[in-house]
């Protein structure tokens, strides 16, 4: 074995200055990736706008329905209002989640990613960054609409903005795992949904409530255990989710 | 060609011994609740009192409910770790033992929440989350179902018994905020809880005795249905092997 | 340069290698055969990193896959079935991607470089959703390559080309250097396989089952020893 090893040495040392860059292969690095990963879902994103179009509708829609389901008026909207936001945040957020790994699917390019000489986890932080980004941004351009309709009070605006990310990053922490999963089954669409809500309770719970003090001006106080466990949510779950995910993605 | 282990006699011999010892735990456990076990006194109805026995049976249920995920967990840890079948099978029958369980909580807590809260069903905590529990059961069948690889499917199962496991504590602490009526049965002397009472110690030995008898019947299920997915596994193989060669 | 021991894998009670053993030596061409499911995407898989192996070893350079897969990386391109590109992006930017990915010094200049070997110069700014499907695989070759990976690896690199763009295939692999590199390929058609390959292949009951040089050996005799197989 060891004659041979010194024989590929030159070869393999002819081709290296060219694949190797001193500079970035840091510690950096990682991060680098992390940001290409992202960087490369916004412009593919951008050209097409499907999906975040996609998601707007949609969340408005939801918010439509429920004002016919429920004959929303002035008395109750304010009780209702955290939970129509909410549930339009869920299902709109369910719609970017299951195509975030559907297009690397398509054409392979998952496994192009697979075979970047960069850590797995490196794909996750990619994806979740790209999910957040995209399902908050189109969550906060809803938020001025969520407020006229409501007739709610524009001075919130700031406070539900934190909110949306913090629930964002909880459910999509959880969600990108998933849907690493989910592209690998038959009914994909329809499954997760299935695996993901009964997980991410916690998040709608404490997001709903945290809604709910904002509209009703309540003091940071009385709905700090709602923050902390949300914000506990958040990092237990990217965790679990950072470790689970290299098992998800190799062949 | 090596041809796949059989099941041994012992093996049989402890399928008997297990089915025994639970037919007698239970019937046990059985004979504590309605004839052993003191009235709830401090309850008002008769019919309340009567159905306040349930408990036992409904106690030990949920508490298997509850220890079936726990296995799972186990299971899909030590399973991305040795990556045998043995694991996934471990994991896989719990789920299944688990989800029956998990029903039965559902429904003899209904029977009892019926006369007790005067409502079949309640948003209450322990309603909630074990409704979420079993949710997640389902899904988690479903998710097997939805793939064909049995590599990947062990796996995906695997991480997603984990992290659903993981999530029924802060699940169930943030549904506890949301809102309680569920009686917290032992150690609890707050009367807001309605349907609550004191234990005395004949009802504590019910209860007890029941928890461990419900976990014998527990291991039984485990036992025979992980020789049915071995055997089914067993099967496959052999059917792989005469295909493919 | 790869050198891979007992290798098994199985897709639970399916086996598809059983104890694989195989030598390459740094800058030989190999072109590997068998029939639909005997195992060579798998293989392809397993050393490219994508697959694990159930058992087994495999060895690139002295070095273990199993302990560095993401180092060895580096020293491999892969040309799957499927292209590995996002339609939505141009080729330019499916290639900048990779290129950080891999940390490609002077992107740029690399870039330009390969977009040229594969004869796309002058279409690189559109999406690729827009070229043909023969465009499209000169695009993955260029992506294999980008970081100039002394190991190709080429699974069936001729799929969905048309005749003249299969032709072409010996011509832009020659263009893109690959007497520098040590290349692994799978097909299904016989001739080119053996044109491009200095060593032929054929896989068997999970193992090397046929193993010729080149040179020492005519077609008929691969084609028979071939066919046979494909019968069984």
């Given at each position: ?42 412009t ?19 918010i ?11 008395e ?28 690397e ?28 980004l ?37 459910f ?77 993605v190799?062949? | 060609?090596?041809a ?22 239970i ?14 006194s ?42 045998t079948?043995?694991?996934d ?18 429904i ?16 209450s ?40 496991f993981?999530?029924v504590?802060?699940?169930?602490l ?15 002397t ?21 928890i461990?008898?419900f976990?014998v ?29 | ?5 007992k ?10 290698l ?32 994508l ?44 290639l ?16 330009e ?9 002058g279409?690189?700014?559109d ?15 260029a ?32 263009a ?18 053996l ?8 896989l068997?009951n ?9 040179e ?17």
């Amino acid at each position: 074995m060891k004659p041979e090893t010194q024989n590929l040495k030159p070869e393999t040392q002819n081709l290296k200055p060219e694949t190797r860059n001193p500079k970035l292969e840091t510690r950096f690095g990682y991060f680098y990736k992390v940001l290409a990963i992202v960087s490369k879902d916004i412009t593919a994103e951008l050209r097409t706008k499907e999906m975040m179009s996609a998601m707007f509708v949609f969340s408005l829609l939801v918010i439509f329905i429920f004002n016919f389901a429920f004959d929303l008026r002035a008395e109750n909207a304010s009780t209702l209002a955290p939970g129509v936001l909410w549930v339009a945040i869920a299902f709109a957020g369910m719609l970017g989640l299951g195509r975030s790994f559907i297009i690397e699917r398509d054409r392979g390019s998952l496994e192009g990613l697979l075979l970047a000489p960069v850590d797995r986890s490196a794909i996750y932080f990619g994806k979740f960054i790209g999910n957040v980004l995209f399902i908050a941004t189109v969550e906060i351009v809803i938020l001025p609409l969520f407020i006229v309709f409501f007739n709610l009070s524009i001075v919130i605006i700031p406070a539900l903005v934190g909110v949306v990310i913090l629930g964002t990053i909880g459910f999509a922490g959880v969600g990108t795992l998933f849907s690493a999963m989910v592209i690998h089954t038959r009914a994909r669409d329809v499954l997760l949904p299935i695996l993901l809500f009964p997980v991410i309770v916690p998040v709608l719970l404490s997001a709903v409530r945290l809604t709910a003090g904002i509209i009703d001006g309540l003091p940071l106080a009385d709905v700090q255990n709602w923050l902390t466990l949300l914000i506990a949510f958040d990092l237990i779950f990217m965790a679990i989710a950072f470790i689970l995910f290299e098992h998800v993605v190799e062949e | 060609m090596t041809a796949p282990t059989t099941s041994t006699k012992t093996g049989d011999a402890w399928g008997y011994a297990l089915t025994t010892l639970s037919a007698v735990m239970i019937l046990g456990a059985l004979y504590l609740a309605f004839m052993y076990a003191a009235e709830a006194s401090n309850l008002g109805t008769q019919v309340e009192r009567y159905a306040q026995r349930i408990m036992y049976f409904h106690v030990g249920v949920a508490w298997i409910g509850f220890f079936a995920f726990f296995v799972t967990f186990v299971a899909g840890v030590m399973y991305l770790i040795k990556r045998t079948f043995f694991w996934d099978n471990l994991g896989h029958s719990s789920v299944e033992i688990g989800l029956t369980f998990m029903t039965m909580v559902l429904i003899t807590g209904s029977i009892w929440a019926r006369p007790t809260w005067n409502t079949w069903w309640t948003w209450s905590p322990r309603l909630t989350i074990s409704a979420v529990g079993w949710l997640m059961y389902i899904g988690y069948l479903m998710l097997r179902g939805a793939i064909d690889n049995p590599a990947r499917r062990a796996r995906f199962a695997a991480v997603y018994g984990m992290v659903a496991f993981l999530s029924v504590p802060i699940n169930f602490l943030a549904i506890r905020w949301w809102r309680d009526i569920h009686p917290t049965v032992i150690g609890s002397t707050s009367s807001e809880a309605s349907g609550g009472f004191d234990m005395s110690s004949d009802m504590r030995t019910t209860l007890l005795f029941s928890i461990a008898a419900f976990t014998v019947f527990y291991a039984t299920l485990l036992y025979h249905r992980m020789r049915l997915g071995k055997t089914a596994h067993e099967v496959e193989t052999l059917k792989q092997q005469v295909l493919y060669n | 340069m790869i050198k891979v021991r007992k290798l098994v894998k199985a897709f639970g009670s399916r086996i598809v290698l059983r104890g694989l053993n195989l030598d390459i030596a740094p800058g030989e061409f190999i072109t590997l055969m068998g029939a639909n499911g005997a195992g060579k995407t798998t293989l392809m898989n397993i050393i490219s990193t994508l697959g694990k192996a159930t058992a087994g070893q495999v060895m690139i350079s002295g070095i273990d896959l199993s302990e560095s897969a993401a180092h060895i990386r580096r020293y491999i391109g892969l040309v799957s079935h499927k292209t590995l590109l996002y339609d939505d992006l141009s080729a330019e930017q499916n290639l900048r991607f990779y290129a950080k990915m891999y940390d490609v010094p002077q992107p740029q200049a690399r870039i330009e470089t390969v977009v040229q070997q594969v004869g796309l110069w002058g279409r690189q700014k559109d999406p690729v959703r827009t070229y043909s499907r023969g465009m499209q695989q000169r695009l993955a070759i260029a992506r294999a390559i980008l970081h100039n990976p002394p190991i190709l690896l080429l699974d069936e690199p001729d799929t969905g080309l048309d005749q003249y763009a299969a032709d072409m295939l010996g011509d832009l692999l020659a263009a893109v250097d690959t007497g520098k590199r040590t290349v692994l390929m799978t097909s299904h058609n016989l001739e080119r396989g053996l044109s491009l390959g200095n060593r032929v292949l054929i896989l068997m009951n999970g193992k090397i089952g046929y193993d010729v040089r080149r040179e020492d050996v005519s077609i008929e005799e691969v084609r028979q020893v071939y066919f046979e197989q494909l019968k069984r």
